[in-house]
């Protein structure tokens, strides 16, 4: 230390020894000095004492002399150094050389040591014998090397081997003290009696004493006394006492007398003996009174007097007696043994504690239920520790919950116990583990446990890696997280390409921690994995690096092509865009190319970015080939389909030529025409147009100036067509024009064609203009339409009292055409008629108009008898309306309700008088009658535009024979084609009814399903003649 206290620094060159020099290895310049201190300190004292000061010069030289090491201290090449046992040891070397020294140290076993002051000195603590050994320090530098060796040796003061006991014996018995001791040097061993040294004329004759050892025979109560062993060495001293106690005492019993001991049946039981005698007693255990001892294997009896029975059965119950005895004496104690129902217990997710139970008792049984419950983390659960018990034991009974063997915080809130039930809230994973219930009664302890897992969904994978990195696939592995208790069912691996959204690439068995994954070229990726467990879904692991494939060529064209050519002289291309990620690489587009079909071998192409290309100025509807091949800056895709699309359309430039009409009857006919050419249709076929328009009637002389003009429209490419509904006996022209999406062509041609005669319709009129008792007078106007040249009229005629007899019909031919009124006389009195009239040409009769009337009534001139079927009553009779059907009037185009007399009203001539004097009831009847015609109009309107008459099966198969002639007529000259399924009078109506345009949709039911094989509209008129009849009481 310098004057101002500055601590001289030591290094490898300057170091303080352990006596207190200091000590240089060399000296510089810098070492002179002349205030060195030595300062020496007294810790308990606290003072510090100093030296003088003490001066160091160096001298200067002309050259540095270097030298080989040489040892300082410790002097010599060897030393020797003792150590105690368990103390420190310090060994030292310090060397002067140049240039300065490294000191190293080498011992022959390895051994805990701590070198410090830069290697110079080494501390050993807690030093032992396995510490012994020559322990060598060598100083080495460029020059050479010095070492110098220690030899240690550890030594220490004695210690106990063994030790002298304290021994109670009895009277006459031997004993034997032990006392040995270990120490270096080796430890003497001397012993004492009551403090007085056991040496050579001082030692009881039945004492024998050796070196390590005493040995005592006979002993009597004189040789009650201390013994005292001593060990030492020149270390130190120790030293051990022993009582050797001789007694001679009869038997004494120290647990108390008459003991009543409790026990579970099946668990064992202890009845307690505790005795003191000497010398030592025998002791042994008996039933009731007996002094028999008891020999069974269910029991055993150890030496401090206890009783064990091993298991305990019901016959075990009951008094016990403990006999103890030696040389001194004997003696004896009473106990009793009472058995308890065992105590059980059932860990259950939820139950109520049971107690009490009467029943014979079982060994004790624990149930773990379930055994291995779960619960997911922040979820709740609990626990109920079933608990069943002798009901003696109940007051004594006591429940402890534990977790993982240590009992329950009781101050953690999540924590509810309600004695027997075991609630945890927001469960964590430190809740996880084996929970326990303990039930302890006074007789027994009971414990019943379960593992209690906490379940979560997994945590998100890790260290995810890409590996086997190709254009189009490459490889991810992953390592799996905790689970959760859990096991992985399935890892989703998701893909981000471009910085887009995350979307699903893969899922794989939870088994799996690697898959291959399909790639897109010219695509940025970065994936991220999913675990999953019945739980649920982890988070999403950490994203992977980020990979990008390179650009390829595409991989294929688009797959739609389509044309549009919505305009003339254009054609528009489209087709269905690719995707983003099938464009493969920078600067897509698609190639378009195209030709005219037949006429160019060289393609036209040109490249586009969108999805659509529009040529222009292109012949009317030209058949082109087109392509569309997907290109980017790597090339082109696979070579493209051809696809032949055709340019827009216009209207057909020719009309079809060699018009020729066929009349097949009176209302239908057949036209055929050639085709145009597909040329000239210039563009898709929809078919042909036929317009037909009436010139005039064959009747009359004067044309239509302005005919209505009729169109059918037959799709297609045909050649013929049919044309239903024309007017009989009539002059038609007909011209026929092919059409496509853009419109007509011109038409044909007129051609004029006639129609044959064929039957009129029926008279404009029928009515009754005068009756009497035996005859009628009828009147009529003639028909609207007569079709033909009206030939004469047929009359017929027939009673029709009531609807259960029909007379028999009576035929009149009027063979005058303009007869307009006819008398029928000798008509029966009182009877009701029914009239029928046709009108008739040189082709048939027509549909007949009907009448009815009674004999004996007066009709009034120029006033329409009561509607036909309608029988006036007086007011109170009972009517019932009947409708019938189309097949029992003697008309099918007509229908109309008939009232029919059942009840009260009179239906004889004397009906009819009353109604000719009573003009009130004249009235009300016709009022009745007006409003019955209404009624009838609304249904001839509302059905079928016919009407039904009372008519019985008499009279229908009376015209059935003129109906199935009517049918020959209309179709006699189509017999060869398919059969109708109508009756002609609706062909005659349709003509009738007919508008300016009509068209094939007009007759079908769709997709012109209804059509036969000749094109024509024959079916439309079918009707079906088959209704069924139904009676309405009023």
Not at 391 to 398: D, E, G, P
Not at 490 to 507: G, H, K, L, P
Not at 518 to 531: E, K, Q
């Amino acid at each position: 230390m310098t004057a101002d206290l500055v601590q001289i620094p030591q290094d490898d060159r300057v170091s303080v020894g352990q006596d207190g020099n200091l000590y240089f290895a060399n000296v510089k310049h810098s070492d002179s000095r002349e205030d060195y201190y030595c300062c020496a300190g007294f810790s308990r004292i606290r003072t510090i004492v100093q030296s003088m000061p003490m001066a160091l010069t160096v001298l200067p030289t002309d050259s540095l002399q270097e030298r080989r090491p040489k040892m300082l201290t410790p002097q010599g090449t060897s030393g020797s150094v003792t150590a105690l046992r368990g103390e420190e040891l310090h060994l030292e070397c310090i060397a002067e050389g140049l240039p300065t020294p490294s000191i190293t140290w080498y011992r022959e076993k390895s051994g805990a040591v701590v070198l410090q002051s830069h290697g110079k000195l080494l501390k050993m603590k807690d030093i032992s014998e396995e510490d012994e050994g020559i322990y060598r320090c060598k100083a080495e530098n460029s020059w050479g090397s010095v070492d110098h060796g220690f030899h240690v040796w550890v030594e220490g003061p004695p210690r106990w081997r063994e030790e002298p006991r304290d021994r109670a014996v009895s009277v006459g018995a031997s004993a034997v003290l032990h006392c040995s001791a270990m120490g270096k040097p080796e430890p003497e061993i001397s012993w004492k009696r009551n403090g007085l040294p056991l040496g050579e004329g001082s030692v009881p004759p039945n004492h024998h004493v050796l070196d390590k050892e005493i040995i005592l025979k006979n002993l009597q109560l004189s040789d009650t006394a201390v013994y005292q062993c001593e060990s030492r060495n020149k270390h130190g001293t120790i030293l051990s006492s022993a009582n050797i106690n001789v007694l001679d005492i009869a038997p004494v019993i120290l647990t108390p007398e008459g003991t009543t001991y409790s026990a579970v049946l099946g668990s064992p039981a202890f009845l307690h003996c505790e005795a003191f005698a000497f010398p030592r007693a025998d002791i042994f255990w008996s039933r009731e009174d007996s002094a028999v001892p008891m020999q069974t294997p269910r029991s055993n009896t150890y030496g401090n007097g206890t009783l064990h029975i091993l298991k305990a059965e019901a016959e075990d119950a009951g008094d016990y007696t403990c006999w103890v005895s030696n040389a001194r004496g004997k003696t004896a104690l009473g106990a009793r043994l009472i058995l308890r129902e065992p105590t059980r217990v059932f860990l259950l997710p939820e139950s109520p504690l049971m107690r009490g139970s009467l029943f014979p008792s079982e060994p004790t049984r624990v149930f773990l239920l379930p055994e291995s419950p779960s619960v997911r983390r922040s979820h709740g659960t609990t626990l109920t520790c079933h608990v069943q018990c002798d009901i003696y034991l109940l007051s004594s009974l006591s429940i402890i919950w534990r977790r993982n063997g240590h009992e329950l915080d009781r101050s953690d809130r999540r924590v509810l116990i309600q004695l027997d039930t075991l609630s945890i809230s927001n469960v964590s994973w430190e809740d996880g583990g084996t929970y326990s219930c303990t039930a302890h009664t006074s007789l027994d302890t009971v414990t019943a446990e379960t593992h209690l897992r906490v379940q979560d969904v997994p945590n998100p994978p890790t260290n995810l890696v890409l590996s086997e990195k190709h254009d189009r696939s490459i490889q991810l592995s992953w390592e799996t997280n905790e689970t959760h208790n859990s096991p992985i069912l399935e890892f989703i691996i998701e893909a981000q390409r471009s910085n887009e959204t995350w979307e699903d690439a893969a899922r794989v068995a939870g088994n799996r921690t690697a898959v291959a994954l399909p790639l897109v070229p010219y695509t940025d990726y970065r994936f991220r994995v999913f675990a999953i467990n019945e739980i649920g879904k982890s988070l999403p692991s950490p994203a992977s690096e980020r990979y990008r494939t390179p650009a390829m060529v595409p991989d294929r064209n688009p797959l739609i092509v389509s044309a549009e050519a919505d305009k003339q002289n254009e054609l528009t291309i489209t087709w269905e865009p690719l995707s983003q990620e099938e464009q493969n690489g920078p600067g897509f587009g698609y190639r378009v190319r195209w030709r005219l079909q037949g006429s160019e071998s060289e393609w036209h192409h040109q490249t586009v970015k969108e999805s659509v290309f529009r040529l222009n100025n292109t012949p009317a509807f030209a058949p082109y080939e087109v392509s569309v091949q997907s290109v980017n800056e790597k090339g082109a895709g696979p070579d493209p389909k051809i696809h032949v699309k055709y340019s827009g359309e216009d209207i057909p430039d020719a009309a079809p030529s060699a018009l020729h009409v066929e009349v097949l009857n009176s209302s239908l006919a057949k036209v055929a025409w050639a085709r145009v050419t597909q040329n000239q249709v210039r563009g898709h076929l929809s078919g042909y147009k036929v317009t037909y328009w009436k010139a005039r009637s064959l009747l009359a002389e004067k044309k239509h100036h302005h005919p209505t003009r009729h169109v059918l429209i037959f799709p297609g490419p045909r050649n013929w067509g049919m044309i239903p509904g024309l007017d009989p006996f009539s002059q038609y022209q007909v011209m026929v024009a092919a059409f496509n999406t853009r419109g007509d062509g011109p038409g044909s041609s007129p051609v004029t064609f006639e129609t044959p005669e064929g039957v009129p319709d029926k008279p404009h009129s029928l009515r009754i203009s005068s009756a009497d008792k035996s005859s009628f007078t009828l009147t009529w106007g003639p028909p609207r339409k007569l079709n033909g040249i009206l030939s004469g009229y047929l009359l017929q005629h027939q009673i029709i009292n009531d609807t259960d007899e029909i007379g028999t019909m009576r035929n009149i031919n009027i063979t005058d055409p303009a007869t307009v009124s006819w008398r029928i006389p000798w008509l029966h009195h009182g009877t009701k008629y029914k009239f029928y009239l046709r009108a008739c040409t040189a082709r048939g009769c027509g549909k007949a108009v009907s009448e009815e009337g009674w004999t004996g009534a007066q009709a009034k001139q120029g006033v329409p008898s009561t509607s036909p079927g309608t029988e006036v009553q007086q007011p109170g009779g009972n009517f019932t309306t009947r409708q019938l059907s189309k097949t029992q009037g003697i008309h099918r185009g007509i229908s109309e309700d008939v009232m029919e007399k059942t009840g009260r009203g009179e239906g004889t001539g004397a009906g009819v008088q009353v109604l000719a004097t009573q003009g009130w009831l004249i009235g009300l009847m016709g009022a009745v009658a007006l409003l019955t015609l209404t009624l009838l109009t609304a249904c001839f309107v509302l059905k079928n535009k016919g009407g039904k008459y009372s008519v019985k099966e008499k009279d229908e198969a009376a015209i059935e024979t003129e109906v199935q002639m009517m049918r020959d007529e209309l179709f006699a000259d189509y017999s060869d084609k398919k059969p109708l399924n109508e009756s002609a009078d609706s062909l005659s109506d349709s003509s009738e009814s007919s508008c300016s345009m009509d068209s094939l949709v007009q007759y079908s039911d769709g997709e012109h399903e209804q059509f036969n094989e000749d094109g024509s509209f024959i079916g439309e008129y079918t009707e079906s003649r088959d209704r069924s009849s139904k009676e309405m009481p009023h």
